[in-house]
């Protein structure tokens, strides 16, 4: 394809597409669970997904990740990481939608679609460290508390990362090569026009005389020199 890169404005939209539909799956889903007592050790997993937007689904249970310890009695999270990057994803998105949009039109603004990707992957980044230290659900973690019957009960738990936390990173990359990508050189034809070249003047001369010719007639002999 001639001139392919003078159409790099096209990835940032890309890439916007990609986190706005990771933004519509779960950045956590389905994590296993191991009960440990004084009796007996079982694992087995549950069906619970998180959106970034601070969402929650567990079987017949919905809402906020805030309100999960009243269903699970172990999972303390809080609904600040997800909101934030929730909303420093959208702005990547607008950000990366807008650099295509003006690309379109002819004024393509690679710094822009470099932020665009920048800011996806930074708040990516974020929500991935903010969650881990504060309820560690990709590494797992080991909560023990007792029981009303006096039993002591350590519990883990790990989740699986989903496309929520991935499609980010490759939508931010996709921005960054699009902002990244040198566009080539429109190159103008030159036309080359020759200027007429006016031949010298020269003098004219009778050919039966010789004399010099000043108009159409020879001014020696008077012959006319109109062919």
């Not at 890439?15 to 009796?39: C, K, L, N, Q, R």
């Not at 959208?90 to 679609?113: C, M, S």
């Not at 990173?169 to 103008?188: D, H, S």
């Amino acid at each position: 394809m001639e001139n392919w890169r003078n159409y790099n404005w096209v990835l940032p939209i890309i890439g916007a597409i990609i986190v706005i539909i990771s933004i519509a799956t779960p950045v956590m889903d389905d994590p296993s669970v191991t009960y440990e007592d004084e009796w007996d050790v079982y694992t087995y997993r549950i069906y619970l997904d998180i959106w970034m937007v601070g969402y929650y689904e567990a079987g017949p249970y919905d809402g906020w990740v805030d309100e999960l310890a009243d269903l699970t009695d172990f999972l303390l999270i809080g609904i600040a990481p997800f909101i934030i990057c929730f909303i420093g994803l959208l702005i990547g998105v607008i950000t990366g939608i807008g650099a295509g949009v003006l690309g379109y039109r002819g004024d393509f603004r690679k710094n822009i679609a470099l932020l665009s990707g920048i800011i996806m992957i930074c708040f990516t980044l974020l929500f991935i460290i903010w969650v881990e230290v504060e309820w560690g659900p990709y590494i797992g973690e080991t909560i023990t508390y007792v029981d009303e019957w006096d039993d002591t009960i350590t519990t883990s738990y790990q989740f699986d990362p989903g496309f929520g936390v991935i499609g980010p990173f490759i939508g931010g990359v996709i921005c960054i090569v699009g902002g990244l990508i040198q566009q080539e050189e429109r190159t103008i034809p030159i036309v080359s026009k020759k200027l007429g070249v006016t031949p010298a003047l020269k003098p004219k001369f009778c050919p039966d005389c010789g004399g010099k010719v000043a108009g159409k007639f020879c001014s020696n002999c008077g012959r006319s020199l109109i062919s």
